[in-house]
């Protein structure tokens, strides 16, 4: 079996604060959104999980680093790690592409990792964050769905995401 490799010299710099995840303004403040990427979903999905790793007690969590695996090489859109355990988090926005399909396929056979693919979805009349349902997925694979408001103003962005973590915690009881 392989395991996933974070301690590249490529992350150097791609450490993120777990309070830099209280919101997604300063979020932005310490990572932000690369200049190639046209839109802000992409990177709303990053603040997502990275805030979710953070609330879960990971304290090493990288933007965009390079993770290896195997001999292989791949950039992801947010990694964690606590102890042995890694978490890998592939963001996609509009669509999932063959490319994520294929790094999900060579992440999913690394031992001691779970596979987040975290993906954009059609609003429906109210956004809703839904992870996988139990059963669905393997308990190392996680298919997550997101669906934005129409918003592209930050400040509404943030009170939305805030507002969807208080609602899925409540739902699960956390």
């Not at 990288?62 to 964690?80: F, Q, T, Y």
């Not at 990792?113 to 009349?125: F, G, K, N, R």
């Not at 997550?144 to 995401?161: C, K, Q, Y």
Request: hydrophobic share 45%; with cysteine.
């Amino acid at each position: 079996m392989m395991s996933v490799d974070l301690d590249l010299l490529e992350n150097m710099g791609a450490e993120v604060d777990p309070a830099a995840t209280t919101n997604y303004l300063a979020f932005r403040a310490c990572c932000p959104k690369p200049l190639l990427e046209p839109d802000h979903p992409r990177h709303l999905l990053r603040f997502f999980v990275a805030r979710m790793l953070a609330r879960a007690g990971y304290r090493t969590i990288l933007i965009r680093p390079v993770v290896r695996v195997g001999r292989s090489k791949i950039r992801v859109d947010v990694a964690a790690r606590d102890g042995d355990r890694v978490v890998v988090a592939l963001c996609e926005h509009p669509d999932v592409t063959p490319d994520a399909l294929t790094k999900v396929s060579l992440l999913g056979r690394a031992q001691h990792a779970e596979v987040l693919l975290v993906h954009s979805v059609q609003p429906p009349t109210h956004a809703r964050v839904r992870p996988s349902e139990p059963g669905r997925t393997s308990r190392r694979l996680r298919l997550i769905s997101v669906a934005f408001p129409p918003s592209r103003d930050l400040l509404e962005m943030d009170t939305w995401i805030y507002a969807e973590s208080l609602l899925e915690a409540a739902e699960t009881g956390a």
